[in-house]
Every structure is written in structure tokens, then in C-alpha cells.
């Protein structure tokens, strides 16, 4: 039982250039989130999903697109990527069945770095 | 939208000394209130939560957490610290009508000595 997982660990981008970060997670969770956490500031939602096949906008969407095509995955799209986005990138799930839902799992992160 | 503070960036103790992690939270309706620990170059892990119930919740790793309602805090505490207690913790409130809607503070590193 690996939990959650994000590919790549660690990546370097110049401004405009596009990546797809990814999470996956073998709990059989409904929810997924993207977060990103600079210094200082803790940790913001992106965006996040409810289900397959759903995503909604979280507290700092612009810039970014996600997809939840298969259940234990969700992906993370820069498509002109901006130095702003120099981050790292954590993905959490959690389940939906009362008296579990409230915990989230959390990956190991995604270090980006945009130049 | 709801929201917490961590007044204190970082907070050293002796081992062996009590430690207290500060958090206060802002939000309309009852809050539902969380610290995570992050060790380097890891992912946040749960430490506990509250929802309802007894303002004094216990949690992983010899951690309690008491809520104030009064004072709206939220503060995270050890009656003994380890060494391998050194990390950074986050507190976290989350929107009591929308359960995906979780707002982290700015975290708080917490440094334990021999």
C-alpha cells in the first residue's frame, strides 16, 4: 500500500514551457486535491475533485487545469508556466465515508522551480 | 472565508520540557480544526482533528490539541518533548458548508534540543 505518490519529484521549467504533475493514490478515495505551498503562506488549494470525471477551482486555480480521468488518479497542468509557480506542489486524498472523510493523506510533493 | 493564524514562525524547547504550538481560527459556523506535522522533504501527516466533543483531543505521537471557543485557539500541545518532535507543524480550519475547503496557517517550526 504505497498511499499517495506524485510524479516527478523534483523538475525545472523555463517560463512558457508546459508539465503535467501527477498523483495517484491506492486507497480507493473519492477526493483528491492539489495544493501548492510557498514560504510563509502554508499550504493553498488549487483545485480539487469529488469523484472520477469531476474537478472544481480551489483558492488559486489560475494558471492551472486539472483531470480526474481514473479514480486513483488526478493530474496537475501548467500549459505556459510562470515563475510565480515556483513551488511545491503537494496532492492529498481522503475518503468519503463519515468518520474518515475528515483526514487528508498527503504526498510527498512535487518541487518545481520555474525559471 | 475562514482562516487561521500561527503567531509564532518558530518555537524552541528543551527535550523533556512541555511544548505549546499556538493557532487561533476565524469562521462562520462551527469550526472543524486539524494540525498536520511536515518532516523534511515530506508530506503533511495527521495529527489530529476536532469536530465535536471534549475540547481536549488527544492524537498521534503523545500530541493533545485544546479548543477555546472563547479565545478562538486552537493550541497544540506536548507534556514532554522528543527531539524527533522537530519538525514544522500547520493548523488547519476547514469551511463548516463546504468539507473540500480547507485553509492551512503559515506553519510553525518547531525546534526540540538534546
Known amino acids: 500500500n504505497a498511499g499517495v505518490t506524485q510524479t516527478p519529484k523534483f523538475r525545472v521549467l523555463k517560463t512558457g514551457q508546459s508539465m503535467t504533475l501527477l498523483c495517484a493514490q491506492d486507497?480507493?478515495?473519492?477526493?483528491m486535491y492539489w495544493y501548492r505551498q510557498d514560504p510563509g503562506m502554508g499550504l493553498r488549494l488549487i483545485h480539487y475533485s469529488v469523484g472520477e470525471g469531476t474537478t472544481a477551482k480551489g483558492e488559486v486555480p489560475d494558471g492551472y487545469n486539472v483531470s480526474r480521468l481514473k479514480k486513483q488518479n488526478f493530474l496537475l497542468g501548467l500549459e505556459s508556466a510562470a515563475p510565480s509557480q515556483t513551488s511545491v506542489y503537494f496532492c492529498?486524498?481522503?475518503?468519503?465515508?463519515?468518520?474518515?472523510?475528515?483526514?487528508?493523506?498527503f504526498g510527498p510533493g512535487t518541487r518545481l522551480l520555474v525559471l | 472565508a475562514q482562516s487561521v493564524a500561527q503567531p509564532e514562525d518558530q518555537v524552541n524547547v528543551a527535550e523533556g520540557n512541555p511544548l505549546t504550538v499556538k493557532c487561533t481560527y476565524s469562521?462562520?459556523?462551527?469550526?472543524?480544526l486539524f494540525w498536520y506535522v511536515q518532516y523534511p522533504n515530506r508530506g503533511l501527516q495527521f495529527l489530529l482533528k476536532y469536530i465535536t466533543g471534549d475540547n481536549l483531543v488527544k492524537g498521534s505521537y503523545g500530541f493533545e490539541a485544546e479548543f477555546n471557543k472563547s479565545q478562538t485557539s486552537f493550541h497544540l500541545k506536548k507534556p514532554s518533548a522528543l527531539v524527533s518532535d522537530s519538525a514544522l507543524y500547520f493548523c488547519?480550519?476547514?469551511?463548516?458548508?463546504?468539507?473540500?475547503?480547507?485553509?492551512f496557517g503559515a506553519g510553525t517550526r518547531l525546534t526540540v534540543k538534546p
Open positions: 486507497m480507493n478515495h473519492e477526493y
Open positions: 488547519a480550519v476547514r469551511a463548516p458548508y463546504n468539507n473540500n475547503d480547507m485553509r
Open positions: 469562521v462562520s459556523g462551527n469550526p472543524y
Open positions: 492529498a486524498s481522503r475518503d468519503q465515508w463519515v468518520g474518515n472523510q475528515e483526514t487528508q493523506y
